[in-house]
């Protein structure tokens, strides 16, 4: 499980495809690095196990099945791209964000991108897939590319989102122009309670 706090990006260093999925190997200098090959790492959203360490865990390799490359923003990935990471949160951490599975439940794209007050936040209005904008309510919860992110408002698919410049800094937000296809994974408290209600 995750918190949707992207502790930082790493770069795509290769892509390989395979007969059912594709290897990516990532760079990255993960503070206080204890990963370890077998664990669970948030990659823009999406939970993979890492497969292989390089370079004394400054570099590591995980494998994406064909479905999971049809589900997510992964299969678009070049080498050079930005991705955001997230290791699995522990028991004893403060629990920032919100409750994140790393299960992406579609994918959303970018369609505007303005700076507001004075270059302190940025607004992106992004389109969520029609199947999943009853999970989304303003003030709630959204997971977008693994970043916990509050909805500061909804019509029909449209999300307004409002970034800080510390979140920019930090993920590959920094990256998300008009037209870019991005994970998204809802409340899974909504989806709860619509099994619990829904009959």
């Known amino acids: 499980?995750?918190?949707?706090?992207?502790?930082?990006?790493?770069?795509?260093?290769?892509?390989?495809?395979?007969?059912?999925?594709?290897?990516?190997l990532i760079e990255a200098i993960l503070e206080e690095n204890d990963l370890k090959i077998g664990d669970s790492i948030s990659i823009n959203g999406a939970c993979h196990t890492?497969?292989?360490?390089?370079?004394?865990?400054?570099?590591?390799?995980?494998?994406?099945?064909?479905?999971t490359l049809e589900l997510t923003n992964l299969g678009d990935l070049q080498p050079g791209d930005l991705v955001n990471l997230e290791r699995a949160m522990k028991a004893?951490?403060?629990?920032?964000?919100?409750?994140?599975?790393?299960?992406?439940?579609?994918?959303?794209?970018?369609?505007?991108?303005?700076?507001r007050d004075n270059g302190k936040v940025e607004v992106f209005?992004?389109?969520c897939p029609d199947e999943l904008t009853k999970y989304v309510v303003m003030k709630g919860s959204i997971s977008i590319d693994g970043i916990s992110?509050?909805?500061?408002?909804?019509?029909?698919?449209?999300i307004e989102l409002v970034l800080i410049p510390e979140t920019l800094k930090k993920t590959n937000a920094q990256n998300w122009n008009i037209g870019r296809?991005?994970?998204?994974?809802v409340d899974l408290i909504a989806r709860h309670l619509e099994k619990l209600i829904v009959k």
């Open 50 to 67: 890492v497969t292989e360490l390089q370079n004394g865990g400054k570099r590591f390799g995980f494998y994406s099945s064909y479905k």
């Open 149 to 158: 992110l509050t909805v500061v408002s909804i019509e029909s698919s449209k």
């Open 1 to 24: 499980m995750f918190t949707g706090l992207v502790e930082i990006t790493g770069a795509l260093i290769q892509k390989s495809n395979t007969k059912e999925g594709c290897e990516f």
């Open 181 to 185: 296809r991005v994970n998204v994974e």
């Open 92 to 115: 004893n951490q403060r629990f920032g964000g919100h409750i994140v599975q790393g299960h992406i439940d579609g994918v959303g794209e970018i369609l505007s991108r303005d700076v």
């Open 125 to 127: 209005f992004v389109r």
